[in-house]
Every structure is written in C-alpha cells, then in structure tokens.
C-alpha cells in the first residue's frame, strides 16, 4: 500500500473535518488550517513509522523437543492426547437445575451465535434506539422553521365617564359627558422563521367598532386590513450557518449514535466470540479432568488389589486422596460448563434458548491453528480509518466548529431591520370593508431598525473564547484517540504473536508429557515390578502433567482464536470479517 496515498486519503477525511464551509472568516480559515496540520502531523507520524515494516507471517520457532520424534509417533501421540483424541468423546454434565437429562443440549456454530447475538442482543437492541431517538432530535430542531398558523381575538366594551363639554349645541353634546365604546377584533395569518435568521408574516385583520355618542357619520362601522411583514437581523444571528446550526448539530447526534451503534456491535461480537471458544475450553477441559479420573481411578485400583501385598494403608489413602482431588476438579468443571453456557446465551438472547432455561450449547466449530499474515502499516491506517471512535472524534471536531461558529456570530451587535405593508379598508358592513381594502386607496409603509450592543461585551466573548479552547481540546482528544488506537493494535498485533507461538510451545510439551506417559505405560506392559512408588510417585504424576499440558495447549488454542477476533475488532473490521453488512447512515445529510 502506498504511504502517500494513504496520507493524501487522511488529509481529505481531515479537511472534510475541519474546513466546514469556504464562508468563514479568514481567521477562523486560519485556525483551520492549523488544526488540519496538526492532526496530519500526527496521522504522519504514524504511518511513516510504520512504513517500513515487512507484511508478517506467523510462525513459530522450531521445538527442539520435537526434534527427534518421527512423525508417526506425533500422530501416536496425538492419538492419546490433545484436542483430536477427544473429538469422539462426550463429557459427563450432570443432572441440571431442573432435573433435566444430560442430552438436553443444543449445537451451534460460532456463526449462528455471532448472528444471532446481533439480531437480539439486548445491549446492541438499546444501541439501535439511539439513532432513532437522533433522528426525532433532528426532526426537532427542522421544525423551527416550520410555518406558524396564528389567530388573536378580543372584545372590549368600554364604558367611560367624562366631564360635561363646555361646547353649546350638538357639537357639545358629541365630546361631551359619559362615553361608551365596544370593539371586537378577529386578527388571523401565518408566519414563518426563515433561515437567514429573519421571520415574514401574512396577517389579516377585521374589527367592529361601535361608539356612543356618536362622533362620526357611522354609529358602528368595520375595519379590515392586510398586513405583509418582514424581520430581519443583518448582524448577530444572519445567516443559514447560525441558524440551522442546532440542525447540523442534531444531524452529527446522529452520526454519532449510529458510530456508538457500530462500536456496541463490534463488542458485542468479540465477546461473543470470546464466550464461544471459552465454553469451548470449559468443555473440553472437563473432558481432560475425566480422562484423569479415569487413568487414576484405574491406578486406584491395582493399588487396593495389592494393598494385602506390599502397599501400606498409608499408600492407599495417599493413592484415594488423588482420585478425590480429582473427582472435585471433575465437579468443578462440570459447573464452569454450564456457567460458560449461560454467558454465551446472555449475549445470544435467542427465544429459543432462554437464559432461564437449561439448555446447553456445545461449540460445533473447533479453534483454528492457521498462521495469519499482517502489516503494521495497513493495520494502523486501517484502523485510522475504520474505527467507530475516530469516527466520532471527528465529528466532535466538526460539532465543535459549528458551535465556535455561532458564538462568533453572538459577539456581533444587534442590528435588525423590519418593513411592514399594510391595506386598510373602513365600511358599514365587512363586505365593505373588504370591498374599499382591495381598492389599494389606503396603504401603510413602515419601516423600522433596531441597534443593541452590551458594553464590553464580555458575556459573548467569554463564549467565544469557551468555545474556541473547545476546539481546541476536541483536536487534542482526536489525537489522543488515535494514540490509543495505534497502541491497542499494537497490543492486539503482538497477542496474535505470541499466542500463536505459544500454541507450538503447549503442544511440544504435551507431546513430551504425553510421551513420557507412554513410555511408563510401556514400562508396565512389559511387566515392570507395579511398585506403590512406581504407580503414585511416577505414572500419577506424569499423568497429571500430561492433563496440566493438554490444558495448556487447548489454552492456548483458545487464546489464538480470540486473539484474531481481538486484532480484528481493534482493526475496527471484526464485523466485515464476520460477513455483517453495516449502513453507517442511510438517512443522514451534511
């Protein structure tokens, strides 16, 4: 892979990041590029450390123990013990909690669980409902600009005493003594937020008005009018970018829980993983613990027939204390069994293995031993990439500039505009009224502006300045994750390493355990004098060292798998890997 087109590649994810819009001011451009350097500066720094390093192929150190063994005693070997020599076997489980019969188990592949837990697991079930929730927050935050339908009434009835007019005749009598006046008025229109910041209106109002005494030729007549209006500020909040910022802001909520979603899968598979091949060692180390038993229950045995010989009781108890201690870690891994199951079907949480129940899952599929291959470079940049927590670092970045954004634009003075039309229209009845309203003979122009600037002006600026270190630190903390991403892949790299040698290492030693037990057992074939020393101090042990070795082995066997889903998961992949298909948004808009 070429280490400048990688860079080229995070310099467009970063740019598409930082620079958000070409109609920032030059010193917000500015700050941009900085912090588009600085991230870059960093993602270098990874890559080109990395660069240099070979595509690995695991391997393993060849095992001078095994060096002298052909390999038909390998395969003889292998036969007796080891994770194949089980395969044909069936472990003892014990009655369950309920009573049941100890075929009462089900079998499941690593895929039906992995499937499964990603269709029910309750974890990954709550994480889909957050893009959801999201989405309700966006459409939220839409519907400010949504068109408002408005109506006002009201009904005054005035009744207003007045001193009597010193004006003689009908005049006097007009504007002077008690005056009593009713008004009704009906105002309905619409209005709407606009996302210049600014809001327009379409208004039209009717009222009746009745006055005694009369004053006017009309006792009672109508007024009507259609008003056309419109506001709007030309400093502090002008503009789409201000306004539809809690817009932007709830549509990144949702980029955000849909990456928590992507992250809470990618758990939720490796753990699954990791519960699958740990119920598989718990399985096959009860079938280990019963082979002992057996092998020391037989050895109990020849020693109780030989007890009126040459054993001491003192022996005998000795050989008994054996085959207890054993029994007791047969017990115990009988219930890490049935524990192991339980966890795995917590994470399934299949209908039709409820974790009530008793049911027991036994693994179908075996860990593989395949050597994998792996690049430092393509797996620290995969990971740059594909991790659902860059993801999220990024679009706390771009969250980060939108809201700096806006409290720059808070800093400005007020200033804002309006302009009102209006038609009127006066008439005895509405009809009239309406009738003189759409002559045009009598129309209103107002316009207004209004200023407001705080002295000082240091609420916004404290904002400003807030919101600038915010930034600041949402770069800081992209960095940081990315440090831990690269680290946790080279901690997942190096698992992968070592867990894959140490598999070598298990079985040579299991092989030479498992040899040095055929060799005893040849010994007494061959009529070996069964002393007590013979069968407690030297075939006991050897076959405990022979189980502690197998378990070392399907240990090991177990760690390699896991480790694989682990490099995988910090690769960011683990999902692809298991064939799931993940729409990172398909509803989602910038």
């Known amino acids: 892979m070429n280490t400048k087109r990688l860079l080229r590649a995070f310099c467009v994810s970063i740019t598409a990041a930082t620079l958000l819009t070409a109609c920032a001011s030059p010193m917000e451009r500015d700050a941009q590029e900085a912090m588009r350097d600085q991230m870059l500066s960093s993602h270098r720094q990874y890559v080109t450390a990395a660069a240099s390093g070979p595509v690995i192929e695991l391997s393993r150190p060849p095992s001078e123990v095994e060096a002298g063994l052909s390999q038909e005693r390998r395969d003889q070997l292998d036969a007796m013990s080891g994770v194949r020599s089980y395969e044909s076997q069936t472990p003892k489980l014990g009655a369950d909690l309920l009573g049941g019969r100890e075929d009462n188990v089900v079998r499941l592949t690593l895929e039906q669980a992995v499937a ?11 994480a889909r409902l957050r893009p959801a929730i999201s989405q309700t927050q966006i459409t939220q935050a839409d519907a400010a600009f949504d068109a408002v339908v408005f109506a006002d009434f009201s009904l005054s009835r005035l009744d207003t005493p007045r001193p009597p007019s010193t004006v003689a005749g009908a005049l006097g009598a007009a504007f002077g003594g008690n005056r009593q006046t009713e008004n009704d008025s009906l105002t309905t229109g619409i209005r709407k937020r606009l ?35 419109i506001t709007q500020p030309l400093l502090r909040g002008f503009g789409p970018d201000v306004n539809r910022a809690e817009i932007i802001l709830a549509r990144s909520a949702r980029q955000t ?16 993983e990791r519960a699958y091949w740990n119920l598989y060692f718990s399985r096959n180390r009860l079938l280990i613990q019963e082979r002992l038993l057996e092998r020391t229950s037989d050895d109990y045995s020849r020693i109780q027939k030989r007890q009126d010989f040459d054993v001491s009781p003192v022996r005998t108890t000795e050989a008994g204390s054996f085959v207890e201690l054993r029994r007791g870690e047969v017990i115990r891994a009988r219930q890490d069994v049935r524990t192991a199951s339980d966890a795995l079907k917590r994470l399934i949480n299949s209908a039709n293995l409820p974790i009530s129940g008793e049911t027991l899952i036994i693994p179908a599929d075996a860990p593989a031993d395949v050597a994998v291959k792996f690049s430092l470079l393509d797996a620290v940049t995969t990971a740059l990439r594909q991790r659902p927590e860059m993801q999220a670092a990024l679009q706390q970045i771009h969250d980060a500039a939108i809201r700096l954004r806006v409290a720059d634009n808070a800093k400005l003075p007020q200033l804002n505009v309006s302009a009102v039309m209006r038609f009127n229209g006066l008439g005895s009845s509405v009809g009239g009224a309406y009738d003189q309203l759409t002559d045009g003979d009598f129309i209103d122009y107002i316009l207004g502006a209004q200023f407001e600037m705080p002295i000082g002006n240091r609420g916004p600026s404290a904002l400003y300045a807030q919101r600038n270190l915010e930034r600041r630190t949402s770069v800081v903390a992209y960095q940081r994750a990315a ?24 079985r040579a030693a299991r092989r030479a355990a498992a040899d040095n037990l055929r060799a005893i057992e040849q010994q007494e074939e061959a009529g070996v004098a069964l002393t007590p020393e013979f069968l407690l101090d030297l075939k006991l042990s050897s076959q405990q060292r022979l189980a502690t070795a197998e378990t070392q082995e399907l240990q090991a066997l177990v ?24 729409e990172s948004d398909p509803d989602g808009r910038d």
Do not use: C, H
């Open 116 to 126: 499964a837990a990603v269709k029910n697991n309750l974890d990954v079930q709550l």
């Open 257 to 272: 829980s849909v990456q928590d979603l992507r992250r809470d899968l990618l758990d939720t598979v490796l753990n699954v």
């Open 483 to 506: 440090q831990e991403v690269v680290l946790q892949v080279k901690d997942a790299m190096r698992t992968l390493l070592t867990s894959y040698e140490l598999i070598g290492a298990a």
């Open 195 to 229: 996302s210049t910041g600014g809001t327009v209106s379409a208004s039209t109002s009717l009222a009746r008005n009745w006055e005694e005494p009369q004053t006017t030729s009309l006792k009672e007549y109508e007024t009507a009018n259609i008003e056309l209006g």
């Open 559 to 582: 760690d390699y798998n896991t480790a694989i889903a682990a490099y995988y998961r910090a690769l960011g992949t683990l999902l692809e890997r298991n064939g799931i298909a993940f």
